[in-house]
Structures are given as structure tokens and as C-alpha cells.
């Protein structure tokens, strides 16, 4: 980069008490006009340095500059009114607000005491038009699905006139097709003289999107190189220091008898719209079933079902041959049945919780002494260990808050705990969304391994990729109903394509 960039990082540190080096003398830059990738296993320190970029955090040493001269800021306020802006993963709109609303918020001139959202949705019309955002002003962001509230989030920052938009794991919440569309707007945003940040764990989407990629390890700037002159091999070792195969090692498996059954069942979604419309299926002992769809079409309705999370309308759900339709989520985890949700944050542990309360969660009886009252602290310690040491969740210790673990070691954490309970049935939904190559093939074996094992694993996943590696056979869902079920050995792609967008094929390797 001969130009000044638009922002440079100089000698960053930020250490997390008791003894996190989350950030270690890490410099980057970014010049206009270019989109930047960031790269990096779990924990590695991402989320963090761009933190401090936005004024989230204070680092402890090193520089900001803008434009070569040397800045401060005490929280994102300052950092937008330097032009910089950040869209976090999970997104920080107002569900009940049109878009003009939440936009105006705070940022627009005041009429009386009103936004004047007439004047915000006008100029927000042209901005959109201008990036080819496709975003009504006038909608409510909570019926717009999650792609178009992205573009929300990237219209705000436009709107407080943002030269650098910083995107954390942008894709990880996106179907393909909204990746591809995501992927418009910010070459148009690039176009338009816009610098970008992208956090991803996606080597193909790297080499895509970026001009030049940086890569942190433990903290450390590892190296950056120019996207046209590297690859995903080069990368993926850059990031994880070996040689990574992302490919699943499956060994025939006897397929045992149905464990868990559901017949044709019925399920509503938050607005009392049927969602799940009279969906049948059988997963046998030994065997991985991947669910495989476009995410909106009764996926995550299914699984709050099966899992007793949301009341079915009608059908049933049999455990082993027992009927669990009306049980608790609580009976059901007695009856050997594990979960882990797409949602691992909010769902599935508790923040404030160490990572062995939340080892235990669940399992308190196993853990308990003196008939319950109390807890066996050491065993529980112990359990907590022996699972940061298996999933390789980078953490100072047991005792540390499971709400500051990064994104990828919350989720090894939970599927850990999950596994741990030696279930007979495993619903497992995104199991390697926001994980970095390394982990997801930790949990591709960890997956096999209970399949070897006799589990009957339900495996729901919006990434193809994941089901054709894993899935014995592979049901595709649409709009609440499965349209077809094939082998996973040798499935044709362009066909599960079609049937995922809703046209059965006719007579194609049904199983
Ligand atoms: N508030 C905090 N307090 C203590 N430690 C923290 C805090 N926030 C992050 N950490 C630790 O700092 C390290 C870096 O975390 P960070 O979230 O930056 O990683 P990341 O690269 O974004 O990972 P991921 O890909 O999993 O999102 C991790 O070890 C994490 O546990
Ligand atoms: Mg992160």
C-alpha cells in the first residue's frame, strides 16, 4: 500500500484479566476503498481488535490512526463520528420499529420532539438505491428476514456517513443466497471508494470477497498476504499452524433400531401459522439423519418441538418407542435426549455462569452430594477440565465466565456438555456455525464418534457441505414438510438444490 491508509492499527496489546492476551503488538491496516479480510482460529483475538477499533474496548498499548494522524476513542460514538462503524452479530435494532425508525435514532435533526423520519426514509430511498440495498424504509424490521436486517444495520452506518464498515461474522447468520447478495452490496460499497473489515472463518468466502487477508494467531498478526496471491491450503495452515483436511472420516456403521420417530407432526411458529405441516421421520441408532433446507422452513420450529421448547398442534414424537410428545424439556434430557441449539448464547448457556456451572447445566443430579443439597465441586471442576481439554476450548480455566469464552469456544463448550450426557438421541442444529477449520473437524469426528457408538444423531444444517460429509441419509425440508429423502453416499448436489427450493425430483436414490 503506497496511499495513506484510511486506518492503521499500530502495536495493539489488550489483556482480559487473569491472564487473557487477547491482543499481542498486533499492527494492520486498511487503505480506501479496500476490503479487508480477517481470519483466525476461535479465541484467536478477532472480535477483540475490532472492538477496540470501534471504542468498545480500551487497549492497553499501541495506536489508532485515522488518516495518519494518531486518534482516540472513548466508545463507538467517537469511532463513527471518525467515520468508522461496526454491525456485530448479534444486531442491535429495535424489532418493533420500521426501518426509518431505528435508523433515526439517535442520529437524525429533531422536529418538535419527533425524528423527522420522513426526511431520514427519503435520503435512506437514495442511499439504498445507491448500494443496491433492496431495503423499504417504511417496513418493520422484525418481518424482514435476517439478510434484509443486515442490510439495515449497513444502511445506519452508511447514513452516519461510515468511510469503514467493520462486518463480524457477517455470513454466519446467511443462507448462500444471502451471502451472495451480501457480497454485492459490499463490492458496491467498495466501488463507491468504501473501506471494509470482514471477520470470517470461510477460506472460499476470503478468497472471494478480499483484496488482502490478515491472519491472527494466539493473538499475533501471523501474517497478510494479497487474496490473488495466496489459497485456502496456504491460509488454513497460516492460521491453524498444520495442515488441515476438512474432510470426515466415516466408517460403515451398523444401523441399528428407530430411536427417535416423529409422525407426522405439526407445529405453529410465533405468529400461530403452522410451520412444521405434518413432517414425519425416523432416526435409527448409528446412523446420522441431516436435515437438509434453506433455514426459514420449519427447521428451528422442528427442533424447539422435538426438544419440548414449543407446544405441537398435532402428531407425535417417540423416544425409543415411548411416546415424549407432552414431556418437559427437563423429562426429556432424562430420557436421554441432547440438544444443541443454533442459538448457543442465549439458548443453550448461561453468561454469568463459569464454564463448569455451565458443564453441568442440566446434569446437576450426576454432580450432586448428600442427596442433592450439595454439589461434588470436584467432580464438576474435573468434568469442566477433562471437556476443555477434549473440544480444545481456549479458556485461563474452569472458573472462567462462559460469557466472555469467544463465539466458537462457547459453542465447543455446549456441545461438549451435550455428549458428555451420554444421550441416545442428538439433535445437533448448526453444530459448526462460526467455528474455525480446526474445530469444525473436532466436531465432525466428535459427531462420527457418537454415530459409532449406536446415537441416533438428527443433524440439521443450512451448510451442504456439512450434510454430504456427515449424513447417512439426507431429508430436505420445505415449507414444514420433508419433500424427499435420499442416500448420503454419492447425493447429486444440483438435485438436493432443486428439492431444497422445492421441487421433488422424481425417482432420485430415494432411501
Ligand atoms: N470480556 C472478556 N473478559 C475476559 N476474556 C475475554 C473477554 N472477551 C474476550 N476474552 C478472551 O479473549 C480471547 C479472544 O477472544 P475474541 O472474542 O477476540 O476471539 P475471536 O477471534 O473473535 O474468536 P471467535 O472466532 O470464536 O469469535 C479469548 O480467549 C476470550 O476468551
Ligand atoms: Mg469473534
Known sequence: ??????????????????????????????????????????????????????GVYRRDAGEILVDGVPVEF?????????????????FMLVRSFSVAENVAMGTAPLKGEKFDVRAVAADLTALAQKFGLGVDPAAIVEHLPVGVQQRVEILKLLYREARLLILDEPTAVLTPQEVAGLFDVLRALKAAGKSIIIVT???????????????????????????????????????????????????????????????????????????????SLDVHGGEILGVAGVDGNGQSELVEALFGLRPVVSGQVALDGEDVTRLSPAARRTAHMAYLPADRRNVGSVGDLSITDNAVLGAQRTFARFGGRWRDRRAAAA???????????????????????????????????????????????????????????????????????????????????EILNLADRIAVIFDGRIVGTVAGAGADVAALGLMMAGRPVAQYGAA
Do not use: C
Not at 484510511?6 to 479496500?34: H, T, W
Not at 472513548?74 to 448479534?90: T, Y
Not at 470477497?209 to 494466539?218: A, C, N
Not at 438421541?425 to 473436532?442: C, F, H, S, Y
Open 1 to 54: 500500500m503506497t496511499a495513506t491508509p484510511l486506518v492503521e492499527l499500530r502495536g495493539i496489546y489488550k489483556r482480559f484479566p487473569p491472564d487473557v492476551r487477547a491482543n499481542e503488538d498486533v499492527s494492520m491496516a486498511v487503505a480506501p476503498g479496500e476490503i479487508l479480510a480477517v481470519l483466525g482460529e476461535n479465541g484467536a483475538g478477532k472480535s477483540t481488535l475490532m472492538q477496540i477499533l470501534y
Open 74 to 90: 472513548a466508545n463507538p460514538g467517537d469511532a463513527i463520528r471518525h467515520g468508522i462503524g461496526m454491525i456485530h452479530q448479534e
Open 201 to 279: 472463518h470461510k477460506l472460499r468466502e476470503v478468497m472471494d470477497i478480499s483484496d488482502r487477508v490478515t491472519v491472527l494467531r494466539d493473538g499475533r498478526n501471523v501474517g497478510t498476504r494479497i487474496t490473488a496471491e495466496t489459497d485456502e491450503p496456504l491460509l488454513a495452515r497460516l492460521m491453524v499452524g498444520r495442515d488441515v483436511l476438512l474432510r470426515a472420516d466415516k466408517q460403515p456403521t451398523p444401523r441399528g433400531r428407530s430411536r427417535l420417530s416423529v409422525a407426522d407432526l405439526s407445529v405453529a411458529g410465533h405468529d400461530g401459522e403452522l410451520r412444521v405441516r405434518g413432517l
Open 383 to 465: 468434568h469442566a477440565s477433562a471437556l476443555i481439554a477434549r473440544f480444545g476450548i481456549r479458556a485461563p480455566g474452569p472458573d472462567f465466565p462462559a460469557g466472555k469464552l469467544s463465539g466458537g469456544n462457547l459453542q465447543k463448550l455446549v456441545l461438549g456438555r451435550e455428549v458428555a450426557r451420554d444421550p441416545g438421541v442428538l439433535v445437533v442444529e448448526q453444530p459448526t456455525r462460526g467455528l474455525d477449520v480446526g474445530a469444525i473437524e473436532t466436531v465432525w469426528a466428535e459427531l462420527l464418534a457418537q454415530r459409532a457408538q449406536g446415537r441416533a444423531i438428527l443433524l440439521i444444517s443450512a451448510e451442504l457441505e
